[in-house]
């Protein structure tokens, strides 16, 4: 332990004036700690000045001095901190400032650029279905919807055998299941799982497919038709007149 | 240099040049053959129809030929409740898409209602008259009246009486089914003698000829009835009671509809009105049935909770009125099925109307809006939301 304390480093330092610097030389020559601690003090100084000299290349030096003047420099007051008292223009801090503010907002532009992103992809992605919670798939029974559209449109479709033992007072409630093609009405009723119709004649050459109930042509066949017009070219048109009234 | 390779390319530019300008011209030209839209070409079945056009005046209701038009329809109704009949009826539907037809077997007792049975039931699959039938137990008579119905045609349309003239060589009285802006919208020839609607065409708004039903065989009376097949089986019960004067669903059965979740408009677009509602039980969920009618047409909309797969065997993507659903496979717009779903239900729709019609009829009915992009993402961020909301 010392008995100067900072006194002893300014005094390596040369940084005393003569009054003071001959009170610490005193002491020091009455006090070999603070001796020795000066020897310590002055000999790492001297090593670190030794270093000093073999670091300092003249050309790479000379480069760095370079490049720091070649870039534009920023005006103190721009800093984002005050410029330090006693320190001569600070033209190389600054200049060192700014480039690290302007990688900062760089970062930071592509940083929330860059979730952003994320954060759209990842809500597109979640996003694909409804909300609520999970229904389950319905195919639509269009057999059974076509045999219910018939009773609807006042029409009661037929099954194919005689109504011999028909009587609709010895109906009971039906519990056949019409939906998934589960249709089980009485059993000489109806026609499971009816097929969807096909056409008389289908002027296009294609065939109905199956699940279709109707077949697609480019215009009604004379056959097909019971157009009045077509009444004589096939069996199918019945024979209609009108004599509208004027 | 530059110039040397315009030189060298220049006609190969113009070769190529010519040849899209000619393919533009083929693809403009096929738009317009596709749609029927051009210039000076008449809708087909309009030609030769002159008597079918639009009036700029209505008769006024108490005209003679209104006054018979509306007593031969009532005359018609009576007589498909009592005229006891067998026959083969004729339908046929034609769209721009094209045209479909079946044939049906009927038959009917005195106070029974219409059997209707495909055609192709028989043992050697052809029709009475040996004409190859169609088959398909959806397949439905246009010609049977009800009062029910004749009540919406007096709503909705005028009736007017048009003359004398003959059908399946009969002799017949036409009413002809006007719209209130004149149009026509279908006519009946009607039985002189027993009041029978023998026959029934339909118009759209442009007076293009949609639907012709017919009877191609008729023998009336209880001798030519015959074996009479059975009704089949119906698993599908009435919201309003049978019974009642009209099955349409009072107020409260539809608001009692509502509160279970099915939401069944009073009225869809092209005065369809609500004429009835029957439900059913499926292992897959309760099945509403909700029927419309204008008196001329039928639609039934059918709804059942859950949603629809994108694809289905037997049905393919289209397009009615811009929204996309699923259509059963090929036929006409106006007896198709098509089915979508909306809100966590499955609609299904089979109409026997003009295709505009069911356009307007799927255009109004719910769909989901929710197939944007922008919809989508908001969806996933509402998602992810929840997941830093405690109390979700």
Redesign the interface.
């Known amino acids: 332990m010392t008995h100067l304390g900072r006194w002893l480093s300014a005094l390596v330092d040369g940084e005393l004036d003569a009054v003071e610097r001959d009170r610490v030389l005193n002491h020091i020559a009455g006090c070999d700690s603070c001796r020795k601690e000066a020897n310590a003090m002055r000999a790492l100084k001297r090593r670190l000045t030794a270093l000093g000299d073999e670091s300092g290349e003249p050309a790479i030096a000379s480069r760095l001095i370079e490049l720091a003047r070649s870039e534009e420099p920023v005006p103190v007051g721009a800093l984002p901190w005050p410029a330090p008292t006693g320190i001569a223009p600070a033209r190389r801090t600054a200049d060192w400032g700014s480039g690290v503010l302007a990688r900062t907002w760089r970062l930071a532009a592509a940083s929330a650029g860059a979730s952003l992103i994320t954060?759209?992809v990842?809500?597109?992605?979640?996003?694909?279905?409804?909300?609520?919670p999970p229904?389950?798939?319905?195919?639509?029974?269009?057999?059974?919807?076509?045999?219910?559209?018939?009773?609807?449109?006042?029409?009661?479709?037929?099954?194919?055998?005689?109504?011999?033992?028909?009587s609709p007072a010895t109906l009971g409630p039906?519990?056949?299941?019409?939906?998934?093609h589960?249709?089980s009405?009485?059993p000489?009723?109806?026609?499971p799982g009816?097929?969807?119709?096909?056409?008389?004649?289908?002027?296009?050459g294609?065939a109905?497919?199956?699940?279709?109930?109707?077949?697609?042509?480019?215009?009604?066949s004379p056959?097909?038709?019971?157009?009045p017009?077509s009444s004589a070219d096939g069996?199918?048109?019945?024979?209609?007149?009108?004599?509208?009234?004027g | 240099m530059l110039w040397l390779y315009w030189r060298r390319a220049r006609a190969v530019i113009g070769a190529v040049a010519a040849a899209m300008g000619a393919l533009a011209a083929l693809a403009l030209l096929a738009s317009f053959l596709a749609d029927g839209k051009r210039p000076g070409a008449a809708p087909?079945a309009a030609l030769?129809r002159g008597?079918t056009a639009g009036r700029s005046s209505l008769p006024a209701p108490n005209d003679p030929?209104v006054q018979r038009g509306m007593l031969l329809m009532a005359e018609a109704v009576a007589a498909c409740r009592s005229v006891p009949y067998r026959g083969v009826q004729?339908v046929?539907?034609?769209s721009p898409?094209?045209?479909?037809?079946?044939?049906l077997?009927?038959?009917h007792r005195p106070g029974g209602?219409?059997?209707?049975?495909?055609d192709?039931?028989s043992d050697d699959g052809t029709g009475s008259?040996?004409?190859?039938?169609?088959?398909?137990?959806?397949?439905?008579?246009?010609l049977?009246l009800?009062a029910g119905?004749l009540d919406l045609l007096r709503v909705n349309y005028v009736l007017e009486?048009?003359?004398?003239?003959?059908?399946?060589?009969r002799s017949a009285s036409?009413v002809a089914v006007r719209r209130h802006d004149g149009t026509l919208a279908a006519?009946f020839?009607l039985d002189a003698a027993t009041g029978l609607p023998?026959?029934r065409e339909m118009f759209d708004r442009s007076g293009r000829r949609v639907s012709?039903?017919?009877?191609?065989d008729l023998r009336i009376g209880d001798q030519e009835l015959g074996?009479?097949?059975?009704?089949?089986?119906?698993?599908?019960t009435a919201v309003a009671p049978a019974n009642s004067a009209a099955s349409r669903p009072n107020a409260a059965q539809l608001a009692s509809l509502q509160t279970d979740g099915w939401r069944v408009p009073g009225r869809l677009a092209g005065n369809m009105i609500l004429s009835?509602v029957?439900r059913?039980?499926?292992?897959?969920?309760p099945?509403v049935?909700a029927?419309y009618s204008d008196g001329l047409s039928?639609a039934?909309v059918?709804m059942?909770?859950?949603?629809?797969?994108r694809t289905?065997?037997?049905?393919h993507q289209a397009d009615v009125s811009g929204t996309r659903v699923l259509a059963?496979?090929?036929?006409?717009l106006s007896?198709?099925?098509l089915?979508w779903?909306a809100h966590?239900i499955?609609y299904?729709v089979?109409a026997?109307a003009p295709p505009d019609a069911v356009a307007a009829i799927v255009a109004q009915l719910p769909h989901d809006s929710?197939n944007g992009?922008w919809?989508?993402?908001?969806?996933?961020?509402?998602?992810?939301a929840s997941w830093f909301d405690p109390f979700s």
């Open positions: 954060i759209g990842l809500a597109f992605m979640l996003g694909n279905g409804e909300t609520r229904v389950p798939k319905i195919t639509p029974s269009v057999d059974s919807y076509l045999m219910q559209h018939a009773f609807d449109a006042g029409q009661h479709p037929a099954g194919s055998t005689p109504a011999a033992s028909y039906v519990q056949g299941v019409v939906a998934g589960a249709w009405g009485r000489a009723s109806g026609k009816h097929g969807i119709a096909r056409p008389v004649q289908n002027t296009s294609t109905a497919k199956p699940g279709s109930r109707t077949a697609a042509g480019p215009a009604a056959q097909a038709s019971p157009s017009s069996p199918a048109g019945p024979p209609v007149t009108g004599r509208h009234r | 087909p030769g008597s030929v004729i046929a539907w034609t898409e094209g045209s479909s037809s079946y044939l077997d009927v038959w209602p219409e059997l209707a049975r495909d192709d039931d008259l040996g004409i190859p039938a169609s088959g398909g137990g959806g397949t439905v008579g246009v049977s009800s119905m009486y048009e003359g004398a003239g003959t059908s399946s060589n036409i006519q020839w023998l026959r012709e039903g017919a009877f191609i074996e009479v097949p059975a009704e089949a089986g119906r698993a599908w009835g029957s059913t039980a499926t292992p897959s969920g099945v049935d029927r039928v039934s059918f059942q909770r859950g949603v629809l797969p289905l065997p037997g049905w059963t496979e090929s036929g006409s007896e198709q099925g089915a779903s966590g499955v299904t089979i026997d929710h992009f919809s989508r993402v908001g969806r996933g961020l509402s998602r992810m």
